[in-house]
């Protein structure tokens, strides 16, 4: 299966990756939600037993898309440091090393709650830091998944999961993307990150994310 999916949406074509992130054509933009990097780290400060290397690898799968893709604008939708504990230093020379490898690349951060908590990213990381909503193409792009006035909207924030059932006991709980004509959630890219059970609705589609691929939910 290909690693991503394409749909319509608004009138504009939007890829859907099995790296839970959009990428947009047209705009030559990839979309990202809820990375939280530094999530571990704060955690650790805080005496928590938790796993060491997670802003890595998230930036590793970051450096696979933006290798994969042909992208000029990187956007994030809200939450790309966790917590004040976030500013470790080891989570910032893995940012700064990660930003020189990219050094051209045009970075947006529209500012989430955790980012309000956080502060924003260090000044030399070139990051632009701009409120909801930020306008692209049709969409609005936004962290919180608030209806727009006029505008379809690309929201974060929820961290959206959905519950595969099988045969007798047998479920499957996986991150998906959630599409919808006002409010549509992408998954968080983190992978130290919880999620929150969404359902299908009749004017949604439910587009789920495992094993290296994305497919829509029946």
Request: with cysteine; net charge neutral.
């Amino acid at each position: 299966m290909r690693p991503y999916l394409s749909i319509q949406l608004a009138g504009a074509e939007l890829w859907l990756l099995a790296e839970k992130a959009i990428y947009y054509p047209a705009e030559r933009a990839l979309l990202i939600a809820d990375a939280h990097f530094g999530k571990a780290a704060a955690y650790r400060k805080l005496g928590q037993p938790v796993p060491h290397g997670t802003t890595d690898g998230n930036l590793q799968r970051l450096d696979h898309l933006l290798a994969a893709y042909e992208c000029r604008h990187l956007i994030f939708l809200g939450d790309f440091l966790h917590a004040p504990e976030s500013h470790a230093a080891g989570t910032l020379a893995a940012l700064y090393a990660w930003r020189e490898r990219h050094e051209d690349l045009i970075v947006t951060l529209i500012r989430g709650n955790h980012d309000k908590r956080a502060g924003d990213p260090p000044t030399d990381l070139r990051i632009e830091v701009v409120p909801e909503p930020l306008l692209l193409g049709p969409f609005a792009l936004q962290h919180e998944p608030a209806p727009h006035p006029t505008l379809p909207v690309l929201a974060g924030h929820v961290h959206p999961a959905y519950r595969l059932y099988g045969r007798g006991r047998q479920r499957l709980r996986l991150p998906c993307f959630l599409i919808q004509p006002t409010v549509s959630l992408l998954p968080a890219f983190g992978a130290f990150t919880g999620g929150m059970n969404i359902e299908h609705t009749e004017h949604s589609r439910v587009f789920v994310v495992g094993d290296g691929a994305v497919w829509q939910a029946q």
